[in-house]
């Protein structure tokens, strides 16, 4: 029996990354609450080897049985009667064994009936899901709005659902309307306050709302009347046994087939809200895209390693012109990219959530104590460190892991293009990944301002400053190479101040910064372990030959032709 | 209404995974080339038995298992699932024994754990296919018992209502209680470990495998008695020696043949009343028929 979390070395490698020591220490705040709890962890050791054993139970658990019903899963899809959805047979049953394995609520605290695990792992997990059944993994990764529960909720809230999540109940959130997509700002869903009830009540519509029909709901509504911009919103939570929400009809989608996508109608369904008013869009909402943008991080890297396992099976068993197709350069060089954007992904993915679970740790820390002004200097770092590599990191593995699902099935030839083989529901689960939770031009907006401040820059330098094996010397210097090009294309589009121009590059340099970033990251893991340098030197070799068509790109540009890219 | 139940469970070589050197030279099996796991019939006849716990709260789950010491393994994967706790039976004395002998240990430690409902475990083990154990041990203890359980339907004080799963169809039985029941491999599969038990008795150790673990936990043995994990030897549960191991055993091998599954090429044969008959010719002189 293979085991998803052991036949993938390289999450075993992440998860032991040097800065975790830091990281369980301060989750575990010096592990007190082994006094209270009779699963929580005596020490650091203790606290790694209990990730490492659920680890295993969930890659068991993906390889005998989510992996398996993903295929009948697709075919069947959930189906809605009465305003209720049903899942497909096969998701049922992945949801009840993930329950019976106590794997919701992975990241809250132990008072709540979580289990108290960093990001890290918890990421790893998502990692391993969507491998096996990528829309599956928007069900199970929902127990994210937990997060954004626990943060933003009161006390009242946080004791009545965190400990429903973590036994079990699914959760979604209900940001996007019909005229409220990308631009959320335009949000109508309105929500009024009875005196007389002495709460909120919500009326309106929904659309492409991922599991519509969950037991806890977080809600993006107007609570001020008369506002149209995102300052008159607020976020509620709604609470499905009080009713007043049906599920219209769900969509029929491409990819992702499981995973219900529902239009929902509330009727007066009586609601809480869930922190400030009028900071539901400005803040909370902000908070809880950064958690999903992860989380799609770690579906794009499950779908790139399963597209390549996939191509790499039929490359290794297809024989052609008398042997295995996998000896022709044209196919192994697919194949060896494949890895390499796989590796490179991960690597970006467990990087982040390092940065993420750096500064929710102190965060979470400040909510008991005043911190140190040293503190409170590392928590500014890493929140800045996960608000520039989130947006890049989403963006770039989305387009990795739809890359690797087109060549598996290049790799397979015709025989791909057929319902037969995996790597079509691949091709059409990985679709999804860099458009929702803001397409890869949203998460451009969002990464080009550390281009512009140098946030990716100084990171780049602090990977430079890092002492590397003598063998990987002639690789770094070509990432140093690289790193040149992308600061003079950075020079030569800000020079002008013109915003437009620096709009119309925006991807282009991000990607350039991507590009360094992720050849130093693997670096980096080759230089702890020898295994990732075939890696290493894949992808440096792409990305320079990137970054090299980039700055030509940029530099031969003649910003009077900018004229005639508008159609209109 | 609550029930003691104690299941009984072997640890197995997976043989479902047999490579090229599952076998040593001299017939027998390479215990070291294949990973040793809980053997899957009574992991259905756990999961029959945590049922019971869920529905009849206060109900208790023993495991009890023999083996040498790394056998406690079975007793953690069980406590993982949710078990109560579990005993295991190693001693040098056991070692080599048939299903007589091994029925004849089980049912020594059923006696001295002295009070049960029922007996729950797997219809036979994936490294001797014999079936024997769970009916012997329900001989030996004077029960009623009832084999190629599939699902436990009802249960009271005195009686079980069982679903047999036959060659032919199913059977629905009753069974007066304290009864062994052995549960077929198409019953209901076993629940995962659960994340909150593993961390909580992942440290659970016998007395030899803490004198032999590196990583110091003694603290934590003190303040948490339920990690101290039972070894019982043949004294611990009044055994008589000679009825234990390879003196208990009256199965004597006679002979081991190494079977070598081979895919042998096709052959053609001409649609001919001819070739047919040299074919049956072929079959009945290498005794296929």
Known sequence: MANYYLDTPGLKHHLHHPLMKRIVELKERNYADKETYDYAPVDFEDAMDSYEKVLEIVGEICDEIIAPNAEEVDHEGPTVSDGRVTYAAGTQVNLDVVRKAGLMGITMPRRYDGLNFPVVPYIMIADMVSRADAGFENLWGLQDCAETLYEFGNEDQRKKYIPRVCAGETMSMDLTEPDAGSDLQSVMLKATFSETDNCWYLNGVKRFITNGDADIHLVLARSEEGTRDGRGLSMFIYDKRNGGVTVRRIENKMGIKGSPTCELVYRNAKAELCGERKLGLIKYVMGLMNNARLGIMAQSVGLSEAAYREGFAYAMERKQFGKAIIEFPAVYEMVSLMRAKADASRSMLYETARFVDMYKAWDDVSKERKLEPEERQEMKKYSKLADAFTPMGKGMTSEYANQNAYDAIQIHGGSGFMKDYTCERLYRDARITNIYEGTTQLQVVAAIRHVITGTYLAQIREYEAIGYKPELEELKNRLMEMTAKYEEVVAHVTEYKDNEYLDFHARRLVEAAAHCIFGYLLLQDANRDEAFSRSARVYTAYGRAEVDKIHSYITTFDRKDLGFFKIV | ?289
């Open chain 2, 1 to 289: 209404m609550s029930y003691k139940i104690i299941v009984l469970a072997k640890q197995v070589p997976d043989t479902r995974n047999v490579g090229k050197d599952a076998m040593k030279a001299d017939g027998t099996v390479n215990r070291a080339a294949l990973p040793a796991i809980f053997n899957p019939e009574d992991l259905n006849a756990l999961e029959q038995a945590l049922r019971l716990k869920d529905l009849y709260p206060g109900t208790t789950v023993t495991l009890l298992t023999m083996g040498p010491g790394r056998a406690a393994e079975i007793i953690r994967e069980g406590l993982y699932r949710g078990a109560d706790g579990g005993y295991l039976l190693t001693d040098r004395a056991f070692a080599g024994a048939d299903t007589l002998a091994t029925s004849y240990a089980l049912s020594m430690a059923i006696r001295k754990i002295k009070e049960y409902d029922l007996i729950l475990c797997g219809r036979q083990a994936i490294d001797g296919d014999t079936a024997q154990v769970g009916p012997q041990v329900a001989e030996k203890l004077g029960l009623s018992q009832v084999t190629y359980a599939e699902e436990i339907r009802g249960i009271n004080k005195e009686r079980i209502t069982v679903k047999r799963r036959l060659e032919r169809g199913i059977e629905i039985v009753e069974a007066a209680l304290p009864a062994v029941v052995t549960v077929n491999g198409s019953a209901a599969p076993c629940r995962p470990r659960h994340a909150k038990q593993v961390q909580k008795y992942k440290h659970a150790k016998t007395v030899t495998e803490k004198q032999d673990a590196d990583t110091d936990y003694t603290q934590l043995f003190h303040n948490r008695p339920y990690l101290d994990l039972q070894e019982w030897s043949v004294a611990d549960v009044g055994a008589d020696v000679v009825q234990c191991g390879l003196s208990g055993s009256p199965t004597k091998v006679k002979k081991i043949e190494n079977v070598v599954f081979q895919a042998k090429e096709n052959k053609a044969l001409k649609p001919t009343d001819e070739a047919i008959d040299e074919l049956m010719r072929e079959l009945i002189h290498n005794h296929t028929i």
